[in-house]
């Protein structure tokens, strides 16, 4: 399934990543949603490789700059600048504090536990058709 991009900013980055190394490129044209980059890798120095080079890569061919890094790995975070993390994790002594919950668009992640949490809202409504008729077509 491909991430949802608008095709502007889909053929932007691709641009800019089609000159770079194939893990570089599947990055981006698999691994983005509007403007997150969400993956997942075995190890933490292939994760640091890769961040950093999709910095690298945005920065020099597209004039993007990647910031606001989250991660769940205290050690991923603290081979980037501290301008280059999220606001939450800037103020953070990685080694001591306990990381937070991130919340972003759509999911919030207990960056601690690895887990997603998913806060879902049905606000009341009557049980009346027009009630029923609602709650359905917003489903839809």
């Not at 972003?104 to 207990?110: A, E, I, M, R, Y």
Request: aromatic share 6%; hydrophobic share 30%; glycine share 4%.
């Amino acid at each position: 399934m491909q991430p949802h991009l608008p095709p502007q900013k889909k053929n932007r980055l691709r641009k800019c990543v089609e000159r770079a190394d194939e893990d570089a490129q599947k990055y981006v044209c698999d691994n983005f949603c509007v403007d997150d980059g969400l993956i997942s890798l075995k190890s933490r120095k292939e994760a640091v490789k890769l961040q950093k080079k999709i910095q690298e890569v945005l920065g020099k061919q597209g004039n993007l700059q990647l910031h606001k890094i989250v991660s769940n790995s205290p050690d991923l975070m603290a081979a980037f600048k501290k301008e280059d993390l999220d606001k939450e994790m800037k103020s953070l002594d990685l080694d001591k504090d306990k990381l937070p919950v991130h919340t972003s668009t759509g999911p919030s992640w207990d960056l601690s536990s690895d887990v997603f949490i998913f806060n879902i809202n049905f606000p009341e409504k009557p049980d009346t058709r027009k009630g029923i008729y609602i709650d359905v077509t917003q489903c839809l």
